[in-house]
């Protein structure tokens, strides 16, 4: 259940990046603070990060399709939703 839980957050992330178009190092930084936050929490976070990002994909990507992350001062939006996903899990 673990690797399974894992294998399709992390297919969920690369998705994600791709679809939103991301900057690399933003995305290398999202990819590092799952692998931190997985190492430390386990599985809890994994099966969170699917819950809470089931829900938000659909806002973000229709936010870059508005052009609304590409702004200025936005490019970092596509990280926050890391940071929910680290205190649902240690709820």
């Known amino acids: 259940m673990l690797f399974m839980s894992i294998l399709i957050a992390v297919l969920f992330s ?5 679809k939103m178009k991301v900057e690399k190092a933003y995305a290398l930084l999202h990819i590092a603070l799952h692998a931190v936050f997985l190492i430390l929490v386990g599985q809890t976070y ?5 819950i809470v990002m089931f829900f938000s994909a659909p806002i973000q990507i229709a936010m870059c399709h ?13 990280i926050l939703p890391a940071f929910v996903v680290i205190i649902v899990a240690f709820l």
């Open 14 to 18: 690369l998705l994600l990046i791709v």
């Open 46 to 50: 994994a099966v969170s990060y699917l």
């Open 66 to 78: 508005r052009g609304e992350c590409k702004e200025k001062g936005h490019k970092w939006f596509s």
